[in-house]
T-cell receptor, first 111, second 112 residues
Framework: DAGVIQSPRHEVTEMGQEVTLRCKPISGHNSLFWYRQTMMRGLELLIYFNNNVPIDDSGMPEDRFSAKMPNASFSTLKIQPSEPRDSAVYFC?????????FGPGTRLTVT | EDQVTQSPEALRLQEGESSSLNCSYTVSGLRGLFWYRQDPGKGPEFLFTLYSAGEEKEKERLKATLTKKESFLHITAPKPEDSATYLCAVQARETSGSRLTFGEGTQLTVNP
């Protein structure tokens, strides 16, 4: 199995620009999670989907963040407009039962 | 609110020097406690799930144990390749949802 796939692996953008992060979960998994990791706050859950439906988006910091899962094999996390404080590593994870399996992450730098 | 506290923040061991990492938790009904390993520049890698007090799981030099208040990750005769950040997370027993609450992690360095 290829595992969870994320793209891009690195993203550098200027403040105010739109950023789209992409995730392909493990085939057959029915839950997908978006996390953000920073030195200050550690690993935080932003949103998760079950069977392509958003279940809990209470971790989404503000309206600038949005996430979609149009089908079982693809999800996006969009930030518009981006701000320097959004700089972090964003992880996507998927699960079938209980254990969550993480992708390699996207390192986002907003200047 | 679910809380996870890991200690120590950092641990430096000599190769072969056994030790334990601690994960204290507060959760409204534990569904599962998870241990992950994270190497620099990579995503967390799943190690163990523990469901009830008294349960133990082993993998190579690692053994995870669980009580009603905390979990320990015991590392026996560690090697330099065991160097990583070890993360603990809990999942509450809810009627729906799969939210994990993570601790801050313990950064382990094993010197040859």
């Amino acid at each position: 199995d290829a595992g969870v796939i994320q793209s891009p692996r690195h993203e550098v953008t200027e403040m105010g620009q739109e950023v789209t992060l992409r995730c392909k979960p493990i085939s057959g998994h029915n839950s997908l999670f978006w996390y953000r990791q920073t030195m200050m706050r550690g690993l935080e859950l932003l949103i998760y989907f079950n069977n392509n439906v958003p279940i809990d988006d209470s971790g989404m910091p503000e309206d600038r963040f949005s996430a979609k899962m149009p089908n079982a094999s693809f999800s996006t996390l969009k930030i518009q407009p981006s701000e320097p404080r959004d700089s972090a590593v964003y992880f996507c994870a998927s699960s079938l039962l209980v254990e969550q399996y993480f992708g390699p992450g996207t390192r986002l730098t907003v200047t | 609110e679910d809380q996870v506290t890991q200690s120590p923040e950092a641990l430096r061991l000599q190769e072969g020097e056994s030790s334990s990492l601690n994960c204290s938790y507060t959760v409204s009904g534990l569904r599962g406690l998870f241990w992950y390993r994270q190497d620099p520049g990579k995503g967390p890698e799943f190690l163990f799930t523990l469901y009830s007090a008294g349960e133990e799981k082993e993998k190579e030099r690692l053994k995870a144990t669980l009580t009603k208040k905390e979990s320990f990750l015991h590392i026996t005769a560690p090697k330099p390749e065991d160097s990583a950040t070890y993360l603990c997370a809990v999942q509450a027993r809810e009627t729906s949802g799969s939210r994990l609450t993570f601790g801050e992690g313990t950064q382990l360095t094993v010197n040859p």
